[in-house]
Each structure stands twice: as C-alpha cells, then as structure tokens.
C-alpha cells in the first residue's frame, strides 16, 4: 500500500523596514533633519536605500567636506550619496494549518514577520574655512579699511585686486585688517566713467597651505578734481596786417581766431579722460571748434570771453579771460571852397577830418585836390599832426572866369573818405562851352573856346545879327567877327 502524500508550504506575513540616517554636526553648526526610508515587505532579504540629505550642513568658521561613519573617521558620504542596508526576514512560528484533500495531505506553517528597523550615524567633517572679507566704497586715491574676519589667528592673507581690466596685488601676509589707497591711476581704465566695478579677493592660507578665497565687490570713483583742464587760451588776430601794425585788434576790422591748450590723457590731471565737447562765448558769439574765428569784433574797449570744456567723464573746467578792442571808425572829412578877393583871383579852401587814432597807431594823411574847368588836377599832400582837426588852404592867382573843383580826402590804415566843394567862375561871361567834356557853364557871358562873347555880340547872334563865329582848323579856336 502506497504511503500517504503530504505537501508543505509555509506563508509569511509582510512586515515594515525602516532605515534612518542621522546627520551630526559633530563640532557644532546645524544639520539637516534626520532622513527616513522604509519599505513593506515579505520577503526573506528586504533592501532599504536612504539619501544623504542635499542641504549641507553649516558651521561658521568651517567648510564642510563631507560625512564620515565615525566622529573622526574619512569622509565616506557626500550630499545626494545613498546608503542602503539590507535586511534578513526576522519570523515567529504562529501555527500550522493541515487538511487531506484526496489523499493528500496539505500542511501549512504560518509565521509572523516583525517590523525591523537600522540606523546610521552620519559625522560631518570640517575643515577650517577661508577668512572672510568686506570693504566700503571708496574713491580713487583715497585710504580706505579692507576688514578680514578670520577663523584662526594664525591665517595669513593675500589680498588683491580687478579693476576695469587692471590686476594687482594689494598686501601679501596680512594677518587681520588693512588700510589700502587704490591708486589714482586706476582711472585710466575708465577714461569715460566716473566710477568702476573693484572686486577685492582674499586668499587665505594655513602654515601655506591655501585654504580658500573670498571676495567684495565695491565701486571705486574717480575724485572730482580728476578732469581735463584748460592750461591756456591764445587769441590771435586773423586779419593781415592789423596786428603788425596795430599790436593788437581793431573794432569793425578785426577778426580773432580762439585757441585753447588742454591738460588731458594719461597721467595729472585728466587721467584718461580727453576733451569731447568745446564751447567758447566771445564777441556774442558762440564757437564750438577750437581754433575757431570769429566775426567782426563790433565792440571796443574791454572785453571778456569764456572757453569751456567738457570732458569724456562729462566734467567741465571752464577759462575765462579779457582782451582790448580799439575804437575804430571810418575817416569823415569836410571841406568848404569860396573865392574871398576883391578880384576873385583867391580861393579859400577850408576843411575839416576826423580819423580814430588807435592809440596813436594808425595812419593819417590828408590831400586837397583842385581842379579848374576844362584844365589838370593838382595834388596837395598834407600831414596832419592830430588825428582830429580844422585846416585851411589858399589858392591865389586863380583865373577869375574859370571854375574849380576841390575834394579833399582824408586816409587812414584802412581807407579813406572824400568831400568835395565846387567854386563857381566869376566875370561877365554867361556860359561856357567845353570841347573836350562837352559842356556848357553858365556865367556872366560866354566863352567859345579861347574866345569870349561879349553880351551885345551874344544878343546879336540869338537874334540873328551879323556875328560870325568861326573856328581855326589847326587850333580849334574861335574866332568872332
């Protein structure tokens, strides 16, 4: 007879596994919170994984390197790191289940799982930190304070500096605070700002050894005194020959060129910075070139004129100055002719000038020319001893039956002004005729060429008498008969 047939099985109930991590600060500081894992499960071999938080902790004075399993163990563990632990089904018998079914025998075992939970200690591990490092805004040339708070009094310190492109080391072994004077010629850098960007860094080293750098970033201004500056003006006479004759500029004739001399670029006192903007005020004008011209000078006497600058920092100096002016105005002249003898042979010229004296530099002359009908111009040069006057000059001998003309003329440096005065012919003609600029005078009687008409021979001839004029073919005189 066969033997019986029996079948086992076993069921296990499900149990909850935990893992926790617990981060210590180990020296001090703050940690993150604990971090728990867990899993529910039946299985014989149950494998937890927690990770190390991602939230390092903090301890001032400190860098943080890592975790470590031991207070003063390596570090093992790094934030977002996992730990996994695996664990071995932990049971209890509870009872056991048996049936027959068929001839077969069924048996089950029952048991019970238990929950089961691990831990691991989490260390953080420190190491001393670099020193920390502030700074205030400052200016350019002036002494300021760079403040260290370091963790150890036995830290050393290189300090240095980045300024708009420029490097360089401020101290090297500095032990705590230190006073620095950033150097004016820093602003060379910044040609067209009046402030930068400084970022200071801070080395900090242990028995040499570089432990870190910290750094500030701080705004350097260039002092308001840095600007381009204007050394000097020149103004110069652009008209030839009134400064050679005149040392100096003349009202209504002179024109003045402005010319200034800049302090600018590299170094005192501009430091970068060069001219980009010209404005000039002189002569009521306004210029906006150097070098520029202007008008006429309309104004005599003193007077002033500005020229300013503006730089490529936006920063102005301004030169202010006076310069004389001349009074000048054109030559005027008069005159008077008149016959005042008793035969008419005399002429009396009388005139008057006025020429500005230009501080007794200008020029002054007079000339007095007469003219009779029909007849040559002569010339009489006169050098006045003042620049303002009354003269006279006298014609004698002149032939009564012709007339004159007289113009004066007074000349300075620039010009000159005429005037002029016509004396009639005196005697007992009525009328001239001129050949040669054809045209007739009326007199007291008439002239034909070298030959005068009495008054009954002119009354005769309109009223169709028996005069005849007749006219020489070689000369071209007239003969009346």
């Known amino acids: 007879m066969a033997a019986p047939t029996t079948v086992y099985s076993y069921n296990y109930s499900a149990a909850y596994y935990t893992l926790s991590l617990y981060p210590n600060a180990n020296g001090g500081g703050t940690v993150p919170a604990t971090v728990v894992a867990s899993a529910t499960s039946s299985d014989e071999y149950v494998t937890v994984t927690a990770t190390v938080p991602y939230d390092e902790p903090t301890r001032s004075g400190y860098r943080f390197l890592g975790y470590a399993a031991t207070s003063d163990g390596a570090v093992q563990y790094h934030p977002g790191d996992s730990i996994s632990h695996t664990f071995t089904r932990s049971v209890a018998y509870d009872h056991t289940n048996t049936k027959t079914v068929g001839g077969v025998t069924y048996v089950t075992y029952y048991y019970t799982s238990y929950d089961q939970s691990a831990g691991r200690s989490l260390y953080a591990i420190w190491e001393a930190s670099a020193s920390t490092v502030s700074a205030s805004d400052g200016t350019l040339g002036a002494q300021q304070t760079i403040s260290i708070t370091a963790n150890s009094q036995s830290y050393t310190h290189t300090l240095r500096y980045s300024f708009a492109g420029q490097t360089g080391t401020i101290a090297t072994g500095v032990s705590s605070s230190y006073n620095w004077t950033p150097p004016l010629t820093l602003a060379q850098a910044i040609p067209s700002a009046g402030s930068g960007s400084c970022v200071i860094e801070c080395d900090t080293y242990n028995s ?274």
């Open 208 to 481: 040499g050894t570089l432990l870190g750098t910290s750094s500030v970033t701080i705004t350097l201004s260039v002092p308001a005194t840095v600007k381009c500056t204007i050394a000097s003006v020149a103004l110069a006479e652009t008209v030839s020959g009134i400064n050679a004759k005149f040392s100096g500029f003349v009202q209504n004739k002179s024109k003045v060129s402005v010319t200034g001399t800049f302090n600018s670029g590299n170094g005192s006192p501009a430091y970068g910075a060069t001219v980009s903007g010209i404005s000039i005020s002189i002569n009521g004008q306004t210029l906006n070139t150097n070098g520029a011209v202007t008008n006429l000078l309309t104004t005599s006497g003193t007077n002033s004129y500005t020229f300013t600058i503006t730089d490529t920092r936006g920063r102005t100096d301004t030169y202010s100055g006076t310069f004389t002016v001349l009074a000048y105005t054109a030559p005027s002249v008069s005159v008077v002719a008149e016959r005042n003898s008793s035969d008419n042979t005399q002429i009396d010229i009388s005139y008057s000038w006025v020429i500005s004296a230009c501080s007794n530099l200008n020029d002054k002359a007079i000339a007095i020319v007469y003219t009779p009908s029909g007849g040559t111009a002569t010339t009489v040069n006169i050098t006045p001893s003042a620049y303002t006057g009354n003269g006279t000059y006298t014609l004698t001998s002149t032939d009564p039956n012709d007339g004159y003309s007289v113009v004066v003329t007074a000349t300075d440096f620039f010009g000159s002004v005429i005037a002029s005065s016509a004396v009639s012919a005196s005697g007992n003609r009525i009328f001239r005729v001129s050949k040669t600029d054809k045209r007739m005078i009326f007199f007291n009687g008439i002239q034909l060429g070298a030959t005068v008409l009495t008054e009954a021979q002119l009354i005769d001839l309109l009223s169709g008498g028996n005069v005849t004029i007749q006219q020489d073919a070689n000369t071209g005189g007239l003969s009346i008969s």
